[in-house]
C-alpha cells in the first residue's frame, strides 16, 4: 500500500495527515497524547483534508474536552466512603483526623487510609494523596526508564510527573523530554508503562506514522490492549469515519 505522510497546521491544532488507498477520510484522536491523526484516499488534496478538518473541529474539540472532563470529574472530596484508584485497583478511602503529619497507606488490599489534621481542607487532603501517587509513580518510573531505555535504544534526558488536562503522556523528541501525566498512577501499571514506551519511542520518530507503529509493534507487541484499558472509562480514543 502507497503511504505519504505530512503534519497540517489547523487552527492551533497540529494534525498528522496520511494518504492511503482508502475511500474516505477517517479521523483519529489518539491516545495517550490527543493527537490528530488523519488517513484520506490518496487523490485528496492538502486543502481538501484541511477543510474536512475545519467543518469538524467542533467535533474534535468536544472530544478533547471529554478527556479534560474526565480529569476535572476525577477531583474528590477525600471523605470517607469515596472509591479510590491505586494501580488499577479501587480502594475504599478512609479518613482518620489526628494531629500529626499527614501520611497514607493501604491497609488489607481494600481500604486506603489517610490520616491528616482534624479540619484540613479537602483541597490539601487531595494534595497529599496526589503527592503520594507522585512519589510511587516516580519510584515505578525509576526502575521503568533505564529498563526501556536499554530495551529501545534511546535516552530519555528529563521526565517529568505532571497533571495535564488533555494527555496522559506528550514528549518532545528534540530535547528528549518526556511527560506523564500523574492520571496515570490510578490505572493499572501496564497502562503507565504502554505510555512510557509509546512517549520514549516518540524521541526516536516524532508523528505517528509508520516507522513510529513498527517501532511500537517491535517493543511493546501487547500495546494496542493497554491501551484500551486507557480507555475504559472514560473515552479518550476516538475514531469515526466519512
Ligand atoms: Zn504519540
Known sequence: MTTESY????????????NKDIKNLH?????PD???????????????????????????????KSFAA??????????????????????IFKLIEVNEVPSISIKKK???????????????????MHEWLRIRMRNKLEELIPKWEEIIGVNANHYGIKRMRTKWGSCNSGQKRIWLNLELAKKSPQCLEYVLVHEMIHILEASHNERFFKLLDKHMPTWRVHRDMLDE????????TY
Request: glycine residues 4%; aromatic residues 4%.
Open 7 to 18: 503534519l497540517l497546521e489547523v487552527s492551533d491544532l497540529q494534525v498528522e495527515v496520511v
Open 27 to 31: 479521523i483519529s484522536i489518539m491516545p
Open 34 to 64: 490527543g493527537r490528530i491523526r488523519v488517513s484520506a484516499p490518496l487523490d485528496m488534496s492538502e486543502e481538501s483534508v484541511r477543510l474536512a478538518i475545519v467543518s469538524r473541529l467542533t467535533r474534535i474539540c468536544r472530544e478533547q
Open 70 to 91: 474526565y480529569i476535572r470529574e476525577s477531583r474528590k472530596e477525600m471523605i470517607s466512603g469515596e472509591s479510590h484508584y491505586v494501580d488499577g485497583i479501587r480502594y
Open 110 to 128: 481494600t481500604s486506603i487510609v489517610m490520616r491528616a489534621r482534624p479540619n484540613s481542607s479537602s483541597e490539601k487532603r487531595e494534595k497529599v
Open 233 to 240: 472509562p472514560p473515552l479518550v480514543h476516538v475514531d469515526w
